[in-house]
């Protein structure tokens, strides 16, 4: 799962929707520069100069951008994702 990608998820009133992935954010400060890489979440490490996964304590800050097949935008948690 990456940017661009198709997927298949659950909206806030559990209907089942086709979206596109067209961005990753999260509601932290100190993850300001976030991607998806191969369904993973990694955010920009200043310390290591490098992008590194995102702890499994925070995963639930991580949510995703997704332009659905009506065209609206749906905000959703990663876990969202079927």
Excluded: R
Excluded at 12 to 20: F, R
Excluded at 40 to 64: C, E, H, Q, R, T
């Amino acid at each position: 799962m990456n940017i661009g990608d198709t997927v298949v998820f659950y909206n806030e009133y559990k209907d089942k929707l086709v979206g596109v992935i067209e961005k990753i954010d999260s509601d932290m400060d100190s993850y300001e520069d976030v991607i998806l890489e191969a369904g993973v979440p990694k955010y920009f490490s200043k310390k290591m100069g490098k992008y590194v996964p995102v702890k499994a304590k925070n995963l639930d800050s991580i949510f995703l951008t997704i332009k659905n097949s009506l065209g609206k935008v749906e905000f959703i948690m990663i876990d969202d994702v079927l």
